[in-house]
């Protein structure tokens, strides 16, 4: 791949990331979001078992265990930490945390563990992004910090900035497909427990089916094999600040579809939101694709 392929691959992974909460809304009552984040995980695993098992293109020679586990377990924790951050410090706060303190912990883990400094452009997208994400969600509901909450949105967003940067070390050796079909197996398997926790019954009505489907299929499983594809030519810590066009795809699609409002300051944030994806995502190559970093041991 070449030119801004990588990264377009990588912002098409957060808009159908961003089609999540709208899924979502439309799932039955009795669906419980930690049970929807583990069936997510199961359908999207099998999805691109299938998928590999079809191409042809798994071999078990080569493969970190520790690596690959490790990558398994943070896509494992972030889907009921994040959900439960939501749930305890409401969708705004929690989101915003979690989301946003993403980048932050990508850009810090790659310049610690990688040893590769992130560039001015990545700073100002960053900062903008954030920002913008901020304001987009500021006025959507009163405000309630609790500790717990934005402990466990913290937790979420170092889970998806680890991800992202174990990800990147485990595409250089194998493909992408098989990667995220492995990790989202492993992830599925360590997330099960809460499919018999839970009332699953919603599962088997119709729309169930479709939305099972849609967020294990279209939000999980084609998401995150874009989003490894594009790893493979962009840093870790860029791809998490591209992916900051998923609350902008969610609130898009809830002004849309689902008929929500927004304010002013709503409007201006998805503005800077879009700015700082822009930035990011029209700059020169060289500031945002790999050279080959050397890991530090």
């Excluded at 500790?147 to 250089?172: C, D, N, Q, T």
């Excluded at 594009?230 to 860029?238: R, Y």
């Excluded at 939101?273 to 500031?287: A, E, W």
Aim: hydrophobic share 55%; with cysteine.
């Amino acid at each position: 791949m070449k030119g801004i392929m990588p990264t377009f691959l990588v912002l098409l992974a957060a808009i159908l990331w961003g089609t999540t909460g709208t899924t979502q809304a439309l799932a039955p009552e009795t669906a419980h979001p930690i049970a929807i984040g583990a069936t997510r995980l199961a359908v999207g695993g099998l999805f691109l078992l299938l998928m590999v098992l079809i191409v042809g293109k798994f071999s078990l020679k080569g493969w970190s265990i520790k690596t690959t586990l490790i990558a398994s377990l943070c896509m494992a924790l972030y889907q009921p930490l994040f959900f439960s951050a939501v749930s305890i410090t409401g969708v705004a706060i929690g989101t915003v945390v979690a989301i946003g303190s993403a980048p932050i912990f990508s850009g810090l883990t790659e310049w610690i563990y990688l040893k590769i400094r992130p560039s001015k452009v990545w700073w100002y997208s960053t900062f903008l992004s954030i920002l913008g994400c901020l304001l987009l969600f500021v006025n959507t509901e009163s405000v309630f910090v609790d500790p717990v909450g934005i402990v466990m949105a913290l937790g979420a967003g170092l889970s998806f900035a680890s991800y992202a940067l174990i990800s990147r070390s485990l595409v250089e050796k194998h493909s992408s497909l098989s990667v995220v079909a492995v990790v989202f197996i492993l992830s599925a398997i360590l997330l099960s427990p809460f499919l018999f926790i839970y009332d699953m019954s919603w599962i088997m009505s119709f729309q169930g089916v479709g939305v099972s489907l849609q967020l294990g299929i279209m939000a999980t499983g084609v998401a995150y094999f874009l989003f490894a594809k594009g790893l493979t030519k962009v840093n870790s810590s860029t791809a998490v600040t591209l992916s900051l066009a998923e609350p902008l795809t969610a609130a898009l699609l809830g002004v849309f579809l689902l008929g929500e409002s927004l304010t002013i300051t709503s409007w201006i944030g998805m503005l800077l939101l879009i700015l700082g994806i822009g930035i990011l995502f029209l700059s020169p190559k060289k500031t945002i694709s790999i050279k080959e970093p050397k890991m530090v041991h």
